[in-house]
Nanobody
Framework: QVQLVESGGGLVQAGGSLRLSCAAS????????MGWYRQAPGKQRELVAT???????KYADSVKGRFTISRDNAKNTVYLQMNSLKPEDTAVYYC???????????????WGQGTQVTVSS
């Protein structure tokens, strides 16, 4: 059974930095895209950043130049380095990993449990 375990959230002042991690474990055939989404109170979940298997990245306009997504394929882990944090970055952050658990099974989306990021002004 695949599990995603997130870590690294917390409370930080505006202008500060945090680094989120999400490690995938369990029986897996392959991992494709990895990414981060966030959901603020009363708002829909939105894409923050994704990174493909080949390393190509995509960012939401609101975080470009401040956030950096990376992955360590040997550790099945995706990271989100968040710098110059703003109060509007406050949300629950969820990692998303597209995993194929067997060669004959389709690629499926897996989600982490979510980690709270709070940025104070």
């Amino acid at each position: 059974q695949v599990q995603l375990v997130e870590s690294g959230g917390g409370l930080v002042q505006a202008g500060g930095s945090l680094r989120l991690s999400c490690a995938a474990s369990g029986s897996m055939f392959s991992i494709n895209s990895m990414g981060w989404y966030r959901q603020a109170p009363g708002k829909q979940r939105e894409l923050v950043a994704t990174i493909g298997g080949g390393g190509s990245t995509k960012y939401a306009d609101s975080v470009k130049g401040r956030f950096t997504i990376s992955r360590d394929n040997a550790k099945n882990t995706v990271y989100l380095q968040m710098n110059s944090l703003k109060p509007e970055d406050t949300a629950v952050y969820y990692c998303n990993v597209q995993i194929q658990i067997s060669w004959y099974r389709p690629i499926s989306d897996y989600w982490g449990q979510g980690t709270q990021v709070t940025v104070s002004s």
